[in-house]
């Protein structure tokens, strides 16, 4: 009897990126064949099978979530693979992995963006011709400060944040408001070689896979909610990440989500 799973699972792979993910498999035959079935059966079979979130929006989501966990340059170079094979360009990927320097650190960004360049000279060496985008700054406001500008663009998540972040760290730390809305989003989130919506999967999924930030995690999804993803996406954004950072982990950021959607449910 065929493996349905495997058979789906083979297929998702061979979309993605076939080539690296046979060298992973072969380098498991003679330590763990079971723990390569396992890849494809449920990884690249039940989970990327799945019809909530797109092939681009999926590697999106591992991309920054690869990043940010820090600690698996081999993993992450497979999936940037992927997230070009899928339809990202080189702008977009770039701007996943900067905006990690605001939520892991600047060295996971560092080091994801000579993952990334690592990537780019092996295709280019194979020939391969990547779209390359636009990477742009973030536009210059006209007559405000990096403050005022940066509070306009978290305002587009929640209208409320400014001063929800100004009276919470007002006694103990304003430079952090300041650092967080100029950084974060004056400088980062303003760039507009990225969709705020890719944007805000991005996050979620970094945030989930550190498995340490469930306030901020809580608000991306707020937010991201707010910027028009479904509860839907948010929620295979979490089953994805069951195989990168594991079900608890996992089951953390459902159980985030789940709080906001009866929340929501409540005030309606």
Do not use: W
């Amino acid at each position: 009897m065929t493996n349905s799973r495997y058979t789906d699972g083979l297929k998702n792979l061979k979309d993605i990126d076939q080539e690296a993910g046979e060298r992973v498999l072969a380098s498991l035959n003679d330590i763990s064949p079971d723990l390569g079935r396992y890849i494809i059966e449920y990884a690249f079979g039940d989970v990327y099978s799945r019809p909530g979130l797109d092939l681009k929006l999926k590697e999106i989501a591992v991309v920054a979530a690869l990043t940010a966990m820090g600690n698996v340059e081999p993993q992450l170079k497979v999936h940037i693979h992927g997230a070009l094979n899928v339809g990202c360009n080189i702008a977009e990927i770039q701007e996943v992995i900067l905006q990690m320097a605001g939520y892991a650190g600047f060295p996971r960004a560092i080091n994801g963006m000579l993952a990334l360049k690592t990537v780019l000279e092996e295709r280019r060496s194979e020939g391969k011709k990547d779209e390359s985008g636009r990477v742009e700054p973030s536009p210059k406001p006209d007559g405000k400060s990096r403050y005022e500008f940066g509070c306009e663009q978290i305002s587009t998540l929640n209208k409320n944040q400014v001063k929800n972040l100004e009276n919470t760290f007002k006694d103990i730390s304003p430079d952090m408001v300041k650092f967080v809305i100029e950084f974060g989003f004056s400088d980062i989130f303003a760039r507009p070689a990225l969709q705020p919506r890719y944007r805000e999967i991005a996050t979620i999924a970094a945030l989930t896979a550190m498995g340490c930030a469930a306030s901020q995690l809580g608000f991306h999804i707020r937010a991201g909610l707010n910027i028009g993803l479904s509860e839907i996406e948010v929620r295979e954004v979490m089953i994805l990440m069951t195989v990168y950072c594991g079900f608890p982990a996992a089951i953390n950021g459902t159980l985030v989500l789940k709080e906001i959607i009866n929340e929501l449910e409540g005030s309606a």
